[in-house]
């Protein structure tokens, strides 16, 4: 049975860093690349980052300018997303979810094969 969690999460400061965990059991890790998504109030689900398998290939939302940074570490069966000088904006509830060997470039969530519980994110002004 596949499981995918989250961690990391928490309440933070406007300006602040905070890096995710996603860990993955059940399957063949590095035949998968992992997705992040977020989903804040009131708004709808987006793609936010994605690493292939091989961890070469790495996706960004446009809307994160940069501040983002998504590793794998595959001994670990794990994603993280570094995250730098969050903003309110930034709040929001994030899901971890794989998908069989590499990305979609439009960080779509067609495809995905699991999905994490999530975990929340919280920016203080």
């Known amino acids: 049975q596949v499981q995918v969690v989250e961690s990391g999460g928490g309440l933070v400061q406007a300006g602040g860093s905070l890096r995710l965990s996603c860990t993955v059991s059940g399957l063949v890790f590095n035949d998968y690349a992992v997705n992040w998504f977020r989903q804040a109030p009131g708004k709808e689900r987006e793609g936010i980052s994605c690493?292939?398998?091989?961890?070469?290939?790495?996706y960004y939302a446009d809307s994160l300018k940069g501040r983002f940074s998504i590793s794998r570490d595959d001994a670990k069966n794990t994603v993280y997303l570094e995250m730098n000088s969050l903003t309110p904006e930034d709040t929001a509830m994030y899901y971890c979810a794989t998908k069989r060997y590499d990305c979609s470039p439009n960080l779509s969530d067609a495809e995905i094969n699991d999905w994490g519980k999530g975990t929340l994110v919280t920016v203080s002004p």
């Open positions: 690493i292939n398998w091989s961890g070469y290939m790495k």
